[in-house]
């Protein structure tokens, strides 16, 4: 017997190439433009009320297919689709309608808030922009929202300017201007990274408590594993612009099929000085974007890696009906 | 009658002193540069005042001529001498701000009100528009600032107004340029972001988000501004671009004064002279102080 | 003799906004060969610790009391010469950002040529090359490289050159500041597994400064914990993951996710770090500790053998052990 979830979003094949930017004489000499390929053909589905996360290393691309999925970035082609509704181009104010049910939490809080916008004011704007409250009214869903978050006396923060807060208290002020306006999905980039370790749990906490009582469904973007596996449902595993490994939580964590994801478990620390590490077996560095390894990418780096690796791009197999694997030496 | 006008006029002199003490103070805690700022605006502020209130106590016409002997150096009659045609140069001195505090203030006014919106809607909109515009303001920039200055007021001819106007083509670059730069930073920031992606309009974003970040680094182009406008409306003056002579005015008094210096007469030429720096340098210090303070420093 | 012994170090910082006290009575020593890691968050103090121990405290900091002996010698007392002649020689510092620590318009080479000459001025050209050939290649870097510029290296490479300017001398004690917090994790392991083997084969001493409390508990023998400028616990590392005793690392080790643990239940520890310019009275951690008596709100206690060589500074100590699960 299954359970059909309806799917809040579906992204297909999605593509994001950046034009690399070239001199004169180079453009002159080159045949064709090169690009960063950021996100190259990635096709996922979130269901409504889970985690969904994107994990990976830096230039992975799980970063630009977040912004890509909540249209703050154009696809070079692909298709997305919110609530059934294909919003890939959408433009002007059927776009700004959208925005309303999709929010987004930036990785530095130093930097997402107007520096010279007040708390209240900041937290507040969402309201105005869609007419939705007013001075009064306004002040006082700002005061309610402050206390969801944790931050009271809500008087005491209303006026005061982000500079006057910690890292942690900017992004619960972050956290509290998206849900104001009671989304139905959240896009959150890295939202603890650049918080003391001490505080993650807080600012993770009111993420995963917003989940319950707003039916909020999250895509999380991260490259902290270690997060990713206390707060998600399924992940699926990010390399130079590709999804090579997806899953459940346990199926990823407990068993990994793909090379790239063993390497990734293996290298994460453990806070436990008794544990005997084990080496990871990975050589070299991660390849440009912008010249990518021809078939599968991985291949350069791969312990397991045969010469049709290097031919022909692996397809996604099934390994169970939850868990793909991009990886034809796998064996299923 | 004039009793009257004059104590009004106190009044609304005290009630600003009243709003300003509080932030004089705070400035002065914030070392040299709070200080060099605090001189800045002592010093425009007695100009200012004493130029407004001039009508009420100069103690001659200043354009009426033979109330003393020709070209006469000072004396306790005549503080500051008087002038080939015999007027009090005192008085002279007193009212002659008037002309240059107007022109520099109108040129900086229409400078501020067009370069500073160009410049945000240029940077923020980007691609081609922009680069046409850049292109056209940074020829005007590339000119000398007086050449440009006097070519417009040749044409325009003189009076306040149209000096104004002269003076303010020279700068709307300025304004534009260092207005662009801040912005084409900030835009890339992550609250500008943030601010589209809980979909405000660009209008917004460009008002709220982006122009009050940018306002700091506009405010000591403006200060310096006004400086470099004080000498360039004396400069037109100068070569007889200026205001009409029945109208006294420092840059029109330096030219006649020079003409008195081959003859030693040399009062003439310094009194007005030394306003006019005095008028400038009050500007400079202003931006220059502000412009140590409000440039982001790291914190320790 | 231990290879360092540090005793009362107290660093501060002045600025226009007051005296602020970065690092508050410090004592610690370490031995040779053996890794120390200094553990805390942001205004924790274990920057301007490590940067102390060489005496390169940012200005405006300045060591107001305290001693630092390295093999013996009171390297406070020492002219500004003598401890060039130490750092880089004797004592090696990794810096955190591998991006800005490398000279752009320099080679690679170059950059071993110039350190060595600095220490040594008649080493010649081609043995300090030699050096460097010998030490890039216990990095992992080929040799062909060294005529390559900095930005022709990925974070990691860099990181590699740093870590290899660091030991080419031969010191017998690296600091290493946040060496991985900028790169990724698969980076991260084999830059760590390369300390870890670059120590055992040249028998140096390590400390590791890190707000990651996982790869501190991972490589480190010995643990300092620091909050708000004090050491609160300093303990052998398997004795501080067993038996945790101040409410401060109590609180971290209930915090991070641990990977092999299944269904983890984290909590966090309530409030903000403390603001350094007005730190709060008595013990520094009791706005944010649970357990908090009357007498951690006025005096500030002292860091107490509890056996072990286990030391805590805490009036009232949380009994429950740390976790929750097992």
């Excluded at chain 2, 425009?44 to 003393?68: E, F, H, K, S």
């Excluded at chain 3, 028998?203 to 501190?216: N, P, Q, R, V």
Aim: proline letters at 6%.
């Amino acid at each position: 017997m299954q359970k059909t979830l309806s799917e809040i979003i579906k992204a297909e094949n999605l593509k994001k190439y950046f034009p690399v930017q070239k001199s004169f004489l180079e453009q002159m000499l080159a045949r064709k433009a090169s690009y960063v390929k950021a996100v190259d053909n990635v096709t996922f589905s979130i269901k409504k009320g889970e985690i969904f996360t994107l994990a990976g290393e830096s230039g992975c691309g799980k970063t630009t297919t977040g912004r890509l999925v909540v249209r703050l970035l154009e696809p070079t082609s692909g298709k997305i689709c919110f609530d059934g509704e294909d919003i890939t181009k959408l433009r002007g104010e059927k776009l700004r309608m959208l925005r309303r049910k999709m929010q987004i939490i930036f990785q530095d809080p130093y930097a997402s808030l107007n520096p010279r916008m007040r708390i209240g004011d900041s937290i507040g704007h969402p309201l105005e922009i869609y007419g939705m409250a007013k001075g009064k009214e306004k002040m006082k869903m700002v005061s309610e929202v402050l206390e969801k978050v944790g931050l009271t006396p809500p008087e005491q923060f209303i006026g005061l300017y982000p500079l006057n807060l910690s890292g942690g208290q900017r992004q619960r002020v972050a956290l509290a201007r998206s849900i104001i306006l009671k989304p139905e999905f959240m896009i959150a980039d890295e939202p603890v990274s650049m918080i003391d370790v001490s505080l993650r749990t807080t600012i993770i906490d009111l993420m995963l408590g917003f989940r319950k009582e707003l039916g909020l469904t999250y895509l999380f973007v991260t490259h902290d594993l270690a997060v990713a596996k206390y707060i998600s449902d399924r992940i699926a595993i990010m390399y130079l612009g590709k999804i090579v490994e997806m899953g459940n939580k346990e199926e990823i964590f407990s068993n990994p099929m793909h090379p790239y994801t063993q390497a990734l478990l293996l290298a994460i620390p453990v806070p436990d000085p008794e544990r005997k590490r084990k080496d990871v077996e990975l050589k070299g560095e991660v390849p440009s974007a912008i010249n990518v390894p021809s078939g599968c990418r991985f291949h350069t780096r791969c312990p397991k890696a045969e010469k049709t690796c290097a031919e022909k791009e692996p397809e996604m197999i099934p390994v169970s009906p939850s868990h793909f694997v991009a990886c034809v030496q796998v064996e299923v | 009658m004039m009793e009257k006008k004059e104590m009004s006029e106190t009044k609304v002199k005290r009630s600003i002193l009243a709003r300003l003490l509080p932030q004089l103070r705070s400035l002065s805690k914030r070392g040299p540069s709070g200080w060099m700022v605090i001189v800045g605006i002592v010093i425009v502020a007695v100009l200012v005042i004493m130029t407004a209130i001039a009508p009420w106590i100069a103690p001659r016409d200043p354009n009426r001529a033979n109330v003393g002997p020709l070209r006469s150096p000072p004396s306790l009659q005549f503080p500051m001498g008087t002038t080939a045609l015999g007027q009090d140069m005192f008085s002279r001195v007193l009212l002659g701000g008037s002309v240059m505090l107007q022109v520099s203030a109108i040129s900086v006014f229409v400078c501020f009100l067009v370069g500073v919106p160009m410049g945000l809607f240029s940077s923020y909109v980007g691609g081609n528009l922009d680069k046409a515009i850049s292109l056209v303001i940074d020829a005007v920039y590339a000119f000398p600032g007086l050449v440009i200055a006097i070519a417009i007021a040749a044409v325009l001819g003189p009076g306040v107004i149209n000096m104004a106007l002269s003076i303010a083509v020279v700068y709307i670059p300025s304004y534009f340029r260092i207005v662009r730069s801040q912005v084409l930073s900030i835009k890339e920031l992550t609250y500008v972001e943030a601010a589209r992606s809980i979909g405000a309009k660009w209008y917004t974003i460009l008002l709220r988000y982006v122009l009050p970040n940018v306002v700091p680094s506009i405010v000591t182009v403006l200060t310096v501004n006004f400086a470099d406008a004080v000498l360039t409306a004396a400069g037109l003056t100068f070569i007889g671009l200026g205001v009409s002579v029945d109208i006294p005015d420092w840059g029109y008094d330096l030219t006649k004064g020079r003409e008195l210096l081959s003859s030693g007469g040399w009062w003439v030429i310094t009194f007005p002279g030394i306003m006019i720096i005095l008028l400038a340098l009050g500007f400079t210090f202003i931006g220059e102080g502000l412009s140590e303070l409000l440039n982001p420093k790291l914190e320790d | 003799m231990p290879l360092l012994e540090v005793k009362s170090l107290t660093v501060d910082y002045r600025s226009s906004r007051g005296t602020v006290r970065a690092v508050e009575d410090v004592s610690f020593s370490l031995e040779k060969g053996e890794t120390l890691g200094l553990a805390g968050e942001s205004g924790s103090g274990k920057s301007t610790l490590g940067l102390s121990i060489i005496r390169l405290t940012p200005v405006p900091g300045r060591i107001v009391k305290g001693q630092i002996k390295i093999d013996g010698t009171d390297v406070l007392k020492l002219s500004e010469d003598r401890m060039r002649v130490i750092r880089g020689q004797k004592v090696a510092y990794i810096f955190q950002d591998p991006m800005t620590s490398l000279n752009p318009v320099k080679k690679i080479g170059a950059h071993f040529v110039e350190l060595m000459q600095a220490h040594e001025p008649n080493t010649k050209k081609e043995d300090a090359l030699e050096r460097a050939k010998t030490v890039l290649n216990n990095l992992g870097i080929l040799t062909e490289r060294m005529n390559d510029y900095p930005h022709q290296f990925s974070g990691g490479m860099r990181q590699r050159i740093m870590i290899g300017l660091a030991i080419a001398l031969n010191p017998v004690l690296v600091i290493a500041d946040e060496p991985t917090t900028a790169l990724d994790v698969i980076v991260q392991a084999k830059i760590l597994d390369l300390l870890e083997s670059l120590r055992k084969t040249y028998g140096m001493a390590l400390i590791l400064i890190s707000h990651d409390l996982s790869i501190i508990l991972e490589r480190c023998d010995r643990i300092i914990v620091m909050y708000g400028s004090y050491i609160v616990e300093y303990a052998d590392s398997t004795e501080l993951y067993k038996n945790p005793i101040h409410p401060y690392t109590q609180g971290l080790l209930r915090s991070i996710p641990n990977i092999e643990l299944a269904d983890q239940k984290l909590s966090a520890i309530p409030g903000s770090p403390p603001n350094m310019l007005n730190p709060p009275k008595g013990c520094r951690f009791w706005p944010r500790c649970e357990n908090t008596k009357i007498i951690c709100k006025s005096k500030e206690p002292s860091l107490v053998n509890v056996g072990n060589n286990h030391f805590v500074r805490c009036f009232s100590p949380p009994e429950e052990g740390a976790k929750d699960i097992e």
